[in-house]
């Protein structure tokens, strides 16, 4: 089983969970820009961050054989923070890097008028670098949240088939399916959805522009369950084929569109680097 994340933040991850994805089958991930949990207090934090999702993580990951791609965004939740907003005046020069394969997260928290400008711009920024854009939905009042972001989307102009509405569920996948947007789920041992629900809505829905992913970040989480998913897949009945659409084909297909997506020899043996630190977990 080979498996793309389209959804992790592996900087919130140990060097354990890489070796562990890797042996589970993960051959690529795209990590996307988030909130840190504790609140940034300018831009410089940002651009931190920025340089070592697109030099740093990548490193890391390939350690482990693992391609790591990023997408680049003003947070949602820290779009309504005026110490951020230059944020987005820094956001175009990230967005031609060659490891960023979309905008991300962008989308909605609490659906503030901040939050209605940031989504706006950001979207802008996405038609104008012609990359696909990951949305992210709230988790409080979620179908309002959903109906909005819709909303946003077809007033930005972009067109739908490069847009993910992440973090849906049974409650709101009816809003997006017939959109020509992607459908994002996030698989969690708590919350969002579980590996059991997800095979109910692909039975439903088939698995034509689904996207699962682990979101693994701070919280509790578990970055090994898009192989959890792909498991209960075959166990209900569905075909090594359709795993390998879902965990596979179906994020190349969606960050492919921005022409950066790099596979080339994933499948290669990791590479060794004798003596290095992250490999031994020490001097």
Known sequence: MRIFDPHIHMTSRTTDDYERMAAAGVRAVVEPAFWLGQPRTGVGSFTDYFDSLVGWEPF??????????????????EANDPRCRPVLDV?????????????????????????????AAQLALAVAHDLPALVHTPHRDKARGVERSLAVVAE???????????????????????????????????????????VELLKAYGTERVLVNSAADWGRSDPLLTRATGEAMLLAGFTDDDVDRVLWRNPVEFYGQSGRLDLRDVDAPAPTFAGNSILRGGS
């Open 156 to 198: 930005s102009g972009i067109e739908p088939g490069r847009v993910v509405l992440d973090h849906l569920n049974e409650v709101t996948v009816e809003l997006v399916r017939d959109t020509g947007c992607w459908l994002g789920f996030s698989i969690y041992p708590d919350t969002k959805m579980s590996p059991p629900r997800m």
């Open 60 to 77: 890391r990951a390939g350690q482990f054989g693992v391609r790591h791609h990023a997408t680049v965004a003003l947070n949602p939740k």
């Open 91 to 119: 956001l175009p020069r990230y967005l031609e890097k060659d490891g960023v394969v979309a905008v991300g997260e962008i989308g909605y928290d609490s659906m503030t008028p901040e939050e209605d400008d940031a989504f």
